[in-house]
């Protein structure tokens, strides 16, 4: 059946239906995945309508289905989303540029390249709309893209200007030869304070879009160290030897110290809502790496974004008591 760009598509809701999540009850009804319909619900465009439309309510995806109510899904007029559009892209900046490569400051809520589900701003058409000029190597809709954040991760990323940029940082990345340093806020005190999780990770058994730590998991190795500590929360230095899907983010859960804010691995709601975090405390704070020309060394460092530098702020305020 599949939606339609630019429809507003209905499913009145059987009682069959009732009592399921409303994600999974238009992915069946549609013949589409859940995760390409979690944007849909993340930019409130999925709603519940009543007979009478007095009680007419957006959703969230987890929402349970009511009998005789009506599902409406608004399908944006996007073309394929896996096409490259500019767009400008708000607060993203570009931190370093010459003739072969350039590294950005990826604000959160942007993805790296466009993706099936995903509708929102990518750096890809961030930069386009920019007017810069990056490598047409590899899928179009990742041209120049060598390595990736996830959405609500923000930080340094390196995108490839030219061919031969673009082939020769790949490698780099596949070979892990740049120091990837990220900063994270985690709830509690960890123990020890430094220490190293090798764990494999792999999908999820029970949920999509999410990973954990599993016995066939693809090897990932993570080393953090303790740069300050709060009392409920903990500001850790992390380097990676991997770079695995939500990496950082599966192995903190997994020492049952998730990362500040992110909800979807476990992390408190109140202590989220204290920092006026909507999202994991987590940033890409530098990276070093051989130029991939001229060999020499980067060192790329990005400041802490407002959110997470606020979320810092309330914590050093009440371990000071003030």
Sequence with gaps: ?????????????TPDQAGRRADAVLADAFGVS????????????????????????????SA????????????????DPMEVRAETVEDLTVLYEDEELLAVDKPTGVAAHPSPGWFGPTVVGGLAAL?????????????????????????IMV????????TALKDQFRQRVPEKVYHAVVQGIPDPLQGTVDAPIGRHPGHQWRFA?????????????????FG????????LETGRTH?????????????????????????????????????????????????????????????LAHALAVLRGQETGE
């Design 213 to 229: 730590v599993v016995d066939d998991g693809r090897p990932s190795v993570t080393h953090y160290e303790t740069l300050e500590v």
């Design 64 to 79: 349970k289905a009511v009998a005789g109510e009506t599902l409406a899904v608004d399908m944006p007029a996007d073309p």
């Design 159 to 166: 995108v490839a200007k030219t061919e031969r940029a673009y």
């Design 131 to 155: 007017g810069y000029g990056i490598s047409t190597s590899g899928a179009a809709e990742r041209q120049g893209i060598v390595h990736r954040l996830d959405v609500g991760t923000t930080g």
């Design 232 to 239: 409920r929360a903990t500001l850790l230095e992390i380097h």
């Design 1 to 13: 059946m599949g939606l339609r760009p630019g429809v507003v598509e209905h499913l009145e809701v």
């Design 34 to 61: 859940r995760a390409s319909l979690a944007d849909l619900f993340a930019r409130g465009l999925v709603r519940a309508e009543s007979r009478t439309g007095r009680r007419d309510r957006v959703l969230v995806k």
């Design 247 to 307: 990496q950082i983010r599966v192995h903190m859960s997994a020492l049952r110290h998730p990362c500040a804010g992110d909800l979807t691995y476990g992390a408190d709601p109140r202590l989220a809502a204290e920092l006026g975090l909507t999202r994991q405390w987590l940033h890409a704070h530098r990276l070093v790496l051989p130029h991939p020309v001229t060999g020499e060394r980067l060192e790329l460092v990005s400041p802490y974004p407002g959110d």
